[in-house]
Every structure is written in structure tokens, then in C-alpha cells.
């Protein structure tokens, strides 16, 4: 007796094959042939089902997507089976640099450098190449410089759904280097939290 898979199932399927990329709520009620507010009801009910048990993964919405995630819980044991996490290996200029993009963006190279106060070419080249940031157009001056901004990866890396949601910045009263170790700190904090 052949029996049709439930609305929750085919979405855990879907979620399962989509792997990082996730799908969107349109995305999901389009390929099970469902109503948008079908899906969101499913996905609820997924997410219900999986905190209430001991199952290892859990269904999470960031950059306006929904994908199946280890629980953050078992961190500290899927850490054990990595050897390069992505962000774990990210030199200390890598990572001001990030986060002058993420609350600067978008960002000429020469604005990183002057908050920064040194080069910041290869720190750029590292992120680019690690799909953190891109280049998300050219400036309007003379030159056309190139202007950075994050991507969707920094967004799942760092569980946000859109970049408003990053931690504010306190006020500042002056530029100075402080203003560096502002960057730094509140993204430190962010990635300690992931």
C-alpha cells in the first residue's frame, strides 16, 4: 500500500538534499505543490518536532532561508571532526577587516585601510576567497574603486537573516584607532556566540 509522504517529510527532504544553500518558504511551497502558509505551518511544526527530541539537527532560518543545522549544543563534538574550521583559521587582520565590511558596507578598500591605518589587500584577498565578502560594485570616483560588502555565507556563518541584524556598534565620539578594536570586539563576540 503506497502511501503519500506528509507536507512536514517532503520539506525535511527537500531541506536534507539543499544542503547549505536552504530554501525559501516560496521555494518549498512551489516544489510540494502547497500554499506558502502550508509551508510555514510545516516548518513549525519540523522545528517542534526537532527540539523536542534528542536528534542531533534542527531546522534554522538565516539570509532568508531555511536549512537543516547540527544543534548548536553538539558544537564543541562536530568541532573535533573539522580540522580547518572556516573562521577558526582567520588571522586577526582577516577579522577587522570583516568587520569593518559588514558595518561599513559597502566599503572601498581604502576606507578599510584608513580605519585600519595599514594595507589590507591580502586580509581582502583571504575573505574573498573564503565567500565572505564580494565585490558588490564600483565607487562613482575617479578610479572606480572596488566596493565590498558580505555574502550570504557571512550571513550563515554567522546565523543572521540580513545584516541589520548584526550587534549595534556603540556611539562614537571621535575616529580613532579605537574605532578598530570596536570592529573587532563585537565581531568576536558574534563568532564566540556562533
Known amino acids: 500500500m503506497d502511501t503519500q509522504p506528509s507536507l512536514i517529510t517532503k520539506i525535511e527532504a527537500l531541506l536534507f538534499v539543499i544542503g547549505e544553500e536552504g530554501l525559501t518558504t516560496a521555494q518549498l511551497a512551489q516544489f510540494t505543490q502547497t500554499e506558502v502558509a ?6 513549525q511544526q519540523l522545528q517542534a518536532d526537532y527540539i523536542s527530541s534528542e536528534r542531533a539537527i534542527e531546522v534554522k532560518q538565516t539570509a532568508g532561508v531555511y536549512r537543516l543545522v547540527t544543534k548548536q549544543m553538539l558544537a564543541d563534538v562536530v568541532e573535533k571532526l573539522i580540522e580547518d574550521p572556516p573562521l577558526q583559521n582567520l ?3 582577516a577579522l577587522e577587516v570583516l568587520a569593518i565590511v559588514a558595518y561599513q558596507q ?3 578598500r ?3 585601510e584608513a580605519i585600519r591605518g595599514v594595507k589590507s589587500e ?3 584577498n583571504t575573505l574573498a576567497a573564503k565567500g565572505l565578502i564580494t565585490e558588490v560594485g564600483r565607487s562613482d570616483g575617479a578610479g572606480r574603486a572596488i566596493l565590498y560588502g ?5 550571513l550563515h556563518q554567522f546565523a543572521l537573516n540580513d545584516i541589520s541584524e548584526l550587534p549595534p556598534l556603540p556611539e562614537e565620539q571621535e575616529p580613532s584607532d579605537e574605532a578598530t578594536d570596536l570592529f573587532l570586539t563585537q565581531f568576536e563576540q558574534t563568532f564566540d556566540e556562533n
Open 38 to 43: 502550508e509551508v510555514e505551518e510545516a516548518i
Open 91 to 93: 588571522s586577526q587582520a
Open 106 to 108: 559597502p566599503v572601498m
Open 110 to 112: 581604502a576606507d578599510i
Open 122 to 124: 591580502r586580509p581582502l
Open 150 to 154: 558580505t555574502t550570504t555565507e557571512f
